[in-house]
């Protein structure tokens, strides 16, 4: 496994991370968690990512069950906040009530005395964002978090939120965790540039577009059974990756990722891992031999004319 610093601080975490959005505490119980979690430790992977809207707070219970016995300081957890986990009004958002609230509820479920990442899982146009930062700053003063992020914010949100804390002499974020792969690639113009420019590290969840870049959808085929496309409710997010044409083009870009001798999801998330913006890439993993494919992308040397022709294949 290889690592990267967050951006331009010294925080480094591992090129390919694990992530629980779908799996823990929802699809996985907390044993095959603990096993997948700990293979991911033993490959190198040292960031594990959640949040607590992850089956409503379960993903983080199921991820705290499974580090209690690695150790503390070896690990680098990020969790978030933003969308209700209830239905009061204040449990909600990014007012100063609900960051501080949702800190102490994330640290319970993880067993945990510190979060590493405390990230905005998306921007609140209800709450001021100097309200925000000032409210993560205390909590960074007070020792509960290390360090904090955004995830899928604008260009422009994010310029303020530097704007912001530089002004009022706060902590600044250090990371954006978007969206990005070879069949998603909007953050390029806008996004990389000014998180670069703010020297924030990028996280990128979804690097193998839901999954439509494992090479298990076949066009004019049904999606496997048990596969996340099978699934009514969690396929509901990759609809859109799943269409006859793009499955059509995704084959082509697997026969690239043959003639190079890797798996396509290795080609995929390598492709991520070419921009020296991205810091990491968030994966999923149902099990361990998943797993261990996914992490052997940290080391793959693949020639950017493969890259570039699979761009060609998938260009809109």
Known sequence: MKYRRLGKYGLQISEVSLGGWLTQGRTLDHEATKQIVHRAFDLGIN?????????RGEGEIALGYAI??????????????????SDSPN????????????????LRRLGLDYLDIFQFHRHDAN????????????????????????????????????????????????????????LARNIEKEILPISAREGMGTIVWSPLA?????????????????????????GVFMKDFLSDDILARVQ?????????????????????LRKPEI?????????????????????????PALFAKAEEILAD
């Open 47 to 55: 960031f594990f990512d959640t949040a607590d809207a992850y089956a």
């Open 68 to 85: 209690q016995e690695l150790r503390r300081d070896h690990l680098v957890i990020a969790s978030k906040c933003y969308w209700p986990m």
């Open 91 to 106: 449990d909600q958002g990014l007012s100063r009530k609900h960051i501080t609230e949702s800190v102490h509820a994330s």
């Open 127 to 182: 709450t001021p964002i100097e309200e925000s930062v000032r409210a993560i700053d205390d909590l960074i003063k007070q020792g509960k978090v290390l360090y904090w992020g955004v995830s899928e914010w604008t260009a422009a949100q994010i310029a303020d939120a530097n704007h912001i804390a530089r002004a009022i002499n706060a902590n600044p974020p250090i990371s954006n965790q978007p969206q990005y792969s070879l």
């Open 210 to 234: 839901q999954g439509a870049l494992t090479g298990k959808y076949k066009p004019g085929q049904a999606p496997p059974p048990g596969s996340r496309g099978a699934d009514e409710k969690a």
């Open 252 to 272: 082509q870009v697997a026969s690239l990722a043959s003639d190079a001798g890797v798996t396509l999801a290795q080609f995929a998330l390598a492709w991520c």
């Open 279 to 303: 810091s990491c890439v968030i994966v999923g993993a149902t099990s361990t031999k998943q797993l261990e494919e996914n992490v052997a992308a940290s080391d793959c040397q693949i020639n």
